[in-house]
């Protein structure tokens, strides 16, 4: 599958469509999911373009890797739900059609503020 440049978080990692941004740098990009499912619900996207968790492990480098996986820490403890400092909160990553991916490019979900059950169904 190719990558679609006109999926949605390629247009606001281009700054055409706006976000209510959480934290940024070299590698990833976070901000508030428009739809909250939780009293915390932040994205977290690498800025490279890749489709999904297996595309980016496939072909990302060990650099964007690295930068993916602390920009979910680093977004956690702006927030204030990371396990060091907070609470604590769920990261999950949808894969393809039967994860219930709807938008074709990798991000984690993170959610947190308050409890979030034992599993989202
Ligand atoms: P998925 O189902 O692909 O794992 O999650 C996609 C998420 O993107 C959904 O939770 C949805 O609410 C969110 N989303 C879709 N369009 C937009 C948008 O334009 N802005 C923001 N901030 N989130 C979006």
């Known amino acids: 599958m190719k990558y679609d440049e006109n999926n949605i978080f390629a247009k606001i990692l281009r700054g055409e469509i706006p976000c209510k941004k959480i934290y940024e740098d070299d590698f990833v990009l976070s901000f508030f999911d428009i739809n909250q499912q939780k ?13 999904d968790l297996d595309d980016f492990n496939i072909n990302a480098s060990q650099e ?4 993916f996986m602390k920009g979910i820490t680093l977004v956690s403890k702006k927030l204030g739900i990371s396990s060091n400092g907070g609470n604590g909160y769920r990261a999950i990553i949808n894969v393809g059609e039967n994860g219930g991916q709807e938008v074709p490019h990798l991000h984690f979900h993170l959610f947190g503020g308050e409890k979030v059950g034992k599993i989202v169904s």
């Open 39 to 51: 009293k915390i619900h932040a994205l977290v996207i690498p800025k490279g373009k890749y489709i």
């Open 64 to 67: 964007e890797i690295i930068g």
